[in-house]
């Protein structure tokens, strides 16, 4: 019986700090955000679609399946959209993302909201700088989670979407790269 005892206690205590250690680092700078870039070897003009266009978003964008514009009319600030997307790790979840544009200037920058209901809300930055015929394509997102177990789980939320943002980008790259212009 006290084997047991001891051993409930080192499972709590493991537990407890745990919970701390996610605690703490949920209050680090730079909690929520996510960068990455990449340069692509196309100008910014034949890039620019790649980020703004429906169709091509979700070639490249991992877990994204629907996009429906909102507001008629090329995208300008103020235009909304719905996203539908799924976590691919577990496709079986399905959350919707409203988003707003906050400022855009083609074909170089783009600023959008982002909110999903099911729980966090962000800011996504991405800004092209063209070079010959190459572009620097670089993506900054800052979110905050609203429901408390998100909150708690931040920092491994945080790493997984860091990395889904690498490999989107890189899809982009050589979708963007072996398209005809």
């Known amino acids: 019986m006290k084997v047991f005892r001891v051993l409930i206690l080192a499972v709590v205590t493991v537990l407890v700090v745990a919970v701390l250690v996610l605690m703490l680092l949920g209050r680090r700078d730079g909690a929520g955000t996510v960068s990455a ?47 539908v997307v799924i976590d691919p790790k577990q496709p079986n979840v399905r959350f919707n993302v409203e988003s707003e544009i906050n400022a855009i200037q083609p074909p170089s920058a783009l600023t959008i909201t982002l909110h999903a209901p099911e729980g966090f809300h962000g800011v996504v930055h991405y800004q092209l700088e063209g070079s010959g015929g190459s572009t620097r394509l670089t993506c900054i997102g800052e979110f905050k989670f609203e429901r408390w177990f998100a909150k708690l789980m931040e920092p491994v939320i945080t790493s997984s979407a860091q990395k889904k943002l690498e490999s989107d980008l890189r899809i982009l790259k050589s979708k963007a790269e072996a398209a005809q212009p």
Do not use: Q
């Open 37 to 83: 870039n990449i340069e692509i070897n196309r100008p910014a003009a034949e890039v620019w679609p790649w980020v703004i266009e429906p169709e091509k978003l979700k070639s490249w964008v991992s877990g994204m399946l629907e996009i429906e514009h909102l507001t008629p009319g090329e995208p300008r600030v103020g235009s909304r959209g719905r996203a």
